[in-house]
T-cell receptor, first 111, second 113 residues
Framework: DTGVSQDPRHKITKRGQNVTFRCDPI?????LYWYRQTLGQGPEFLTY????????KSRLLSDRFSAERPKGSFSTLEIQRTEQGDSAMYLC?????????FGPGTRLTVT | GENVEQHPSTLSVQEGDSAVIKCTYS??????FPWYKQELGKRPQLIID?????GEKKDQRIAVTLNKTAKHFSLHITETQPEDSAVYFC????????????FGAGTRLFVKA
């Protein structure tokens, strides 16, 4: 499968714990995006990388969220001190220029 | 701030009829407008897109139109089929082909056989 992959697919955690998600983009794609999607809503932009550089971060993203793409390939999204409001689907997408291709997402449930 | 409004939120059509979904955007710097189809429990899939230097684009039963002056764009699906039933999202992107993509809230399309 040469598409975007994400790991894990599901994560259940207790409030206050830290979680980390991984995204592996399509290999030739230099752009990588993270989104959050809640039920009945469209994907909400979180952050964007071009190669290893994080070029934009949503104002909606609190300091508890951090993302990295250390070698310009895979990316990680970490949420510290999780809250129940963080429960959502976290989607990763990659692309070369205009198009974005999404991964299957990681569903986070904070109890 | 940037905003994309999408209408209607729900659309029900008879098989074979056409479906039209409309979106408006607020940031005049937007220059790329993709449409995604998302089936239940699956990832959003890019179905068609249009750039700001083009007014209309067609791909088989799907077409998208863009009016940059009015800041709105529309998705047209002709000869709808039950497998077209899904949630459709429009989006607007700024910055020369990437980053900060803003999505609409989605339109749930039901195609009745």
């Amino acid at each position: 499968d040469t598409g975007v992959s994400q790991d894990p697919r599901h994560k259940i955690t207790k409030r206050g714990q830290n979680v980390t998600f991984r995204c592996d983009p399509i290999s030739e794609h230099n752009r990588l995006y993270w989104y959050r999607q809640t039920l009945g809503q469209g994907p909400e932009f979180l952050t964007y990388f071009q190669n290893e550089a994080q070029l934009e971060k949503s104002r909606l993203l609190s300091d508890r969220f951090s993302a990295e793409r250390p070698k310009g390939s895979f990316s990680t999204l970490e949420i510290q001190r999780t809250e129940q409001g963080d429960s959502a689907m976290y989607l990763c997408a990659s692309g070369r220029e205009y198009e974005q291709y999404f991964g299957p997402g990681t569903r986070l449930t904070v109890t | 701030g940037e905003n994309v409004e999408q209408h209607p939120s729900t659309l029900s059509v008879q098989e074979g009829d056409s479906a039209v979904i409309k979106c408006t955007y607020s940031d005049s710097a937007s220059n790329y407008f993709p449409w995604y189809k998302q089936e239940l429990g699956k990832r959003p899939q890019l179905i068609i897109d249009i750039r700001s230097n083009v007014g209309e684009k067609k791909d088989q039963r799907i077409a998208v139109t863009l009016n940059k002056t009015a800041k709105h764009f529309s998705l047209h699906i002709t000869e709808t089929q039950p497998e077209d039933s899904a949630v459709y999202f429009c989006a607007a992107s700024m910055g020369g082909g990437g980053f900060k993509t803003i999505f609409g809230a989605g339109t749930r399309l039901f195609v009745k056989a």
